[in-house]
């Protein structure tokens, strides 16, 4: 069951956006957190979306994120555990702006989304229309592997993010995006 907390229903900015990045946002290797690392290779795997929305697995990589935020994307689409006090497993689509995210330490060995969002300014970039598909964990312990409660909300949270995309991008051609992008380091 998906839980809104933000009205999403109908995107007000529905196709402005011409490019947008989706981040799976998690370490695998404490349980539930992999929800965004996972849903974005299964969005990646059963393709469909349009070649102007650029999927990405970015795990911890925070720095990453941030650096390709700065390549002018239009919208921003965040997969990621989402601890918003539902059942585990309960889907949460927010619609994220700068002022939601008041400040944060950036880490540039960790993955802090919002410290990485917030502080997207002070490396020249601005905060691009940002959603963020949410998913509340049954447990962030060590461990590989998602719960079953987790792992039953993933399909869910792939339509969720093709449902987003359709509003947030001009109709055309959808084409197969065969393989999910791990984030590569930035060489100057």
Known sequence: ????????????????????????????????????????????????????VRVVDYGIRGMHLA?????????????????????????????????????????????????VLANLDQLGGTLPLTYLVGCTPAGVEEGIGLSEAVESAVPEAVQTVHTLVRQLVPAGPALPNTSVKSAEPRRS
């Open 67 to 115: 650096y390709d935020l700065l390549d002018g994307y239009d919208a921003l689409v965040l997969v990621d555990a989402y601890p918003g006090g539902g059942a585990p497993g309960e889907l949460t689509v927010l619609r994220i702006g700068a002022e939601d995210l008041g400040t944060g330490e950036f880490d540039a060995h960790g993955m802090n989304p919002v410290a």
């Open 1 to 52: 069951m998906t839980r809104t907390a933000r009205e999403t229903g109908t995107v007000e900015e529905a196709g402005t956006a011409a490019r947008v990045l989706v981040a799976g946002i998690g370490n695998l290797f404490l349980g539930d957190d992999g929800f965004g690392p996972e849903a974005v290779r299964r969005l990646a795997r059963d393709g469909g979306l349009p070649p102007w």
